[in-house]
């Protein structure tokens, strides 16, 4: 895949500039936490940072599709900057609690859509053909990668080094990789300059509906374990090892992707998306009875075997049902749910744990995983692919 001319350019700056992706929640919590605050106040920050994001995906994801992407990512890449800068400066000071809060609604809003840039590359180089399926996997192996490595590197950062360290390392890999994925032009998708009225919004796809509902109680299982297990480690004595057990819950998900991206698979996209997330939830149930860090690792590597399938699933879905010129609109939907999930996750697990403590705040992952199974087993009859598409005909939707 990476032979396939301009594609190993695109994939190396896409993958160093996701790094926020698992760095940035977890880098506030830690922010925060090691400077003296409360769960409830960081797990309030990372909440905020991802509705953000959620709420600024779509829109980014639109004006790359109509304008380009070359255009978005210098002025993004500034305002998140900027955002992630204000945000220490408050934190660090002892600022007001609130002052917290406006500069990370900056970041959240401007965070480069970078996986749904990659992923419409794809598309444009190798879409209506089977290796698109491999470029789904591969895309998902590697934000795996970040999400093995990148809570690694934002805990020893921020508890070792410096408070900031992890949120600032997540906001200097964002800058590096968006800006070389801006200047390599020659794989960027066509702008699509048409009105609102010819490409209808994403949104109305009936398929692409369920597939964010479904994504919203995934992320809050994704969100949930970010909180909770760094509650789960302190109370055991070893805050430290929080980022190795959610690097490990990423490794499964790794693993997963590069066997699902090798395979050839019969079953339609839909009964394997299905499958893989209702493998998620029956994952978390022995999460919540692990009595001890190690434990907790290994359950955690086996939950995660089902996130890759999931994800690439659901991608795959993204593509078939909605239309060619809002695509990158349809994979930053999909980023946006996850993001309102790891918001709703991590906020309500925050409160958790300083009421009652790690082990008790992974019961809520249990709670998200079978939300996400319910909504993808009763409608699933929506994301069939022959009749989720939506075609404009006079500036309607016809699905």
């Known amino acids: 895949m990476l032979s396939r001319r301009g594609a190993f350019g695109f994939v190396t700056a896409g993958l160093v500039g996701r790094f926020p992706l698992s760095m940035l929640g977890l880098g506030a919590l830690l922010l ?102 491999t470029a789904f996997a591969l895309e998902s192996g590697l934000d795996e ?20 360290g992890g949120v ?56 949930t374990m970010d909180v909770a297990v760094v509650g789960f480690a302190q109370e055991h004595g070893h805050r430290g090892l929080a980022g190795v057990v959610l690097g490990v819950f990423a490794l499964g998900s790794l693993i997963a992707s590069v066997v699902y991206g090798s395979m050839h698979w019969r079953a339609p996209l839909h009964r394997r998306f299905s499958i893989a997330v209702a493998g998620l939830f029956l994952g978390t149930v022995p999460i919540m009875l692990a009595p001890s860090i190690p434990v907790l690792a290994g359950t955690a590597l086996v939950a995660g075997l089902a996130i890759s399938p999931s994800i690439i699933a659901g991608m795959g879905l993204v593509e078939a049902l909605v239309p060619p010129g809002a695509l990158t609109e349809g994979f930053s939907w999909v980023i946006t749910a996850i993001g309102v999930g790891v918001a709703i996750g991590s906020s309500v697990s925050g409160v958790v744990v300083d009421a009652a403590g790690g082990h008790r705040a992974l019961l809520t992952s249990v709670a998200c995983g079978l939300v996400a199974t319910s909504v ?24």
Not at 145 to 154: L, M, R
């Open 145 to 164: 990668v970040v999400f093995v490595v990148g809570p690694v590197i934002a805990t020893v950062l921020a508890t070792q080094v410096w408070p900031a």
């Open 32 to 133: 925060v936490t090691t400077s003296g605050g409360s769960y409830a106040v960081g797990g309030a920050l990372t909440a905020t940072i991802a509705i953000a994001t959620s709420i600024g995906a779509p829109p980014t994801g639109r004006l790359a599709d109509r304008f380009g992407q070359h255009r978005l990512l210098p002025p993004s890449l500034l305002l998140f900057g900027a955002g992630v800068a204000g945000t220490v400066v408050a934190v660090l000071h002892h600022a007001p609690t609130w002052t917290f809060f406006p500069p990370a609604i900056v970041a959240g809003l401007a965070v480069p859509q970078i996986g749904s840039m990659v992923r419409a590359r794809w598309v444009r180089l190798v879409g209506g053909t089977p290796e698109l399926n």
């Open 168 to 223: 600032v390392t997540a906001a200097g890999l964002a800058m590096i990789g968006g800006m070389a994925l801006a200047l390599q032009r020659s794989t960027e998708p066509p702008p699509s300059r048409h009105s609102t009225d010819a490409h209808p919004a994403a949104i109305r796809v009936p398929g692409l509906r369920v597939l964010v509902a479904t994504f919203v109680a995934v992320g809050g299982i994704f969100g």
């Open 376 to 399: 993808a087993w009763l409608f699933r009859s929506r994301l069939h692919t022959d009749v989720g598409r939506a075609t404009p005909v006079r500036g309607t939707a016809s699905c």
